[in-house]
Each structure stands twice: as C-alpha cells, then as structure tokens.
C-alpha cells in the first residue's frame, strides 16, 4: 500500500535500525551500569527506536496479509469478510502509526497526570465527575496503560469533587492533552425529583508525568509538608496512621514574577515516605507543565482556537438525551454515547491531533 510507504519513508525505518546498532554497542562498553541514571536513559532511547520499529513491522506484515488474501480470494480459499477482517486490521495498524507520528513534541511521549475538578452544581457535577473519572480510566485500560490513584475526594452524596490519576506509559501525555479543558454534561438528572433536564461541568486538566530523564529545578526552601489521616471506609490502617501528606510549594514564575501556592495532595499508599515521593514527583511535573507552556508561548505556537481552561470555555458536550458528543473545537462528533463513556475516545483524540498536532510543530 502506498501509505506504508509513505509510513517507511517518513519515520526512515532503515535509518533507524541503524541507529538502533549503534545506541546498542554505546551499551557494551564495561562501566555502562556504573552510572545508572545515564544507562536508564541510554536503553530507554534504544527501546523507544525499538517501538518505532515493531510498529512499523507490524503494518507491513498486515498489508501482506492483505495482499495474499487479495490473492486467496481469487482461489476461493478465504471468503470476502475474512478479507474485508485483514483489511480493516491493516487500516488501524496503519492509522495508529500514522497517529503516532503525529506526536513530535519532547512531551508527547511522557506519561499523565490528570486531574478532574467537579464544577457547580453539587451532587449532579460530582456524579459527572465520576464518569469521567471511569471513561478516562476504561481508555487506559484499553490502551495498556498503568494507572494509579494520586489522590481522590469524594462527593457529599455520590460522585467525587476532584481525582488525580497518574498515568504511565508511552505517549500517554501526546494523546490526553487533547482532552485538557471544561466537559459538559445535559441529562435528565436521576437526583432531580422532577425528571427536568441538568447542566453539569468538570473540569480536566492534564499535564506531562516526568520521569528520572527529566531534569526540573525544585528550590528545597519553597518546599513545606502537612501530614493528615486519610480519608476511606472506618477502621482500616490507612486511617490510624497521618499517612496522607499535603505539600505546599511556594512558586515564583521566573519570566514574570507573580507568586502561587502549589498545593498536591497524596493519599496513594500507606507509607508516608512513599507518598511524599509520589507527591515530589507531582511537584516536578507540574513545574515542568509551566515551563512547557511559558516555551509555547514564547514561540507563539499555541494554536488561535485552543481555549483557556475556565468554565465558558467547554471543549466537549456530551448530550445524553439526544445521544450526541460533540467535540466543539473539531466538531467531531458521535450518537455511541456509551460507547464514549466506556472509553471510546480514539476518534475525538484523532480529529483533535489532525487538526491541531501541525501547529504544535
């Protein structure tokens, strides 16, 4: 198919199993382990060209399959909807390769924090909360990516007011920045005794997970912890012990000197240490995020229709009712309202990259 050549031609897959040789011999010489951090960082690079690689073998293989059931077909040895199964699986291979070339930027391929704020509304926006919670979590399920809970706060009668979830993986960060700004939610609501139709808000905001190949600046003396009990079901351990920690960091923006309060909360483990470590880690990616953004706007390439994130600028309506989401800064949209809500979110995150991922560059 033309597009896999396209594909070979575009991510130079031979030039890259050359380089592959290459990083691979910088692993033998004797003191490589010697210095753990720069060997992490040298067989990260190595299974990263490794992945372009397997990606790109892996269409191959399937336009062949297509071309020999093409073949097939002719003998009456396969029938067309065992054809139309190998073309169909040939076409996502290639369109999740074609996506991820998109992902150019040094964050892109960086894991996620993501964190869902409910709006007004009470229990009616912290139950949309929740199912936004579930949808992003079914996503990362589905796309083989490890989540762990940061920190949650439940609702006064159902839902939650606010989550952070941690998500691991590669190019986590490329793909859920498209889903950073105020979703909306019209349903007849199940807490409104007059069955009328509700409005509900969340907010999701995402920013890039760094990891140890990152370097981020954190000044010791801004930093200042609290220790308190977690929150959860009565009697458990969790509550018995101030294993849930509160930092606050005093940050002052170097290009335009306003001062803010960082506050992250961390109640992921029981260990006080370990959620202390989780919290720095936290810290770190946030500090990043600003850096990025203030990068991006210096160089004027934060595309005219990106939103603010702020409560009039919804970037999605999910219509339940009139089974529609739309998507309002591509105008995709979609009547699998379930579907969407149990994590079908590739298409709107497609439309968001083709028509914004070139302005990024």
Known sequence: MDRRDALNHYLDIDGKRIQVEEEELRTHVPDFWEHPKEAQAQMKKIKDLQAWIKGYEEVSAAVEEVET????????????????RLYADAMKKIEDLELRNMLRREEDKLGVVLKINSGAGGTESQDWASMLMRMYLRWCEKHGYKTSMANILDGDEAGIKSCTINVEGDFAYGYLKSENGVHRLVRVSPYNAQGKRMTSFASVFVTPLVDDTIEVKVDPACVSWDTFRSGGAGGQNVNKVESGVRLRYQFTDPYTGEQ??????????????????????????????????????????????????????????????????????????????????????????????????????
């Open 260 to 361: 803010e309060e960082i506050l992250i909360e961390n109640t992921e483990t029981r260990d006080q240490p370990k959620n202390k470590e989780n919290a720095m880690r936290q810290l770190r990616s946030i500090l990043y995020d600003k850096e990025l953004q203030h990068r991006m706007q210096e160089q004027a390439k934060i595309e005219a229709g990106k939103m603010k994130i702020e409560w009039g600028s919804q970037i999605r309506s999910y219509v339940f009712d009139d089974r529609r989401v739309k998507d309002h800064r591509t105008n995709h949209q979609t009547s699998d309202v379930n579907g969407v809500m149990d994590g079908d979110l590739d298409e709107f995150i497609k439309a968001y990259l083709m028509e914004f991922s070139a302005s990024e560059e």
């Open 69 to 84: 059931g093409m073949e097939f077909i002719k003998e009456e040895l396969i029938d067309e909807a065992e054809l139309d």
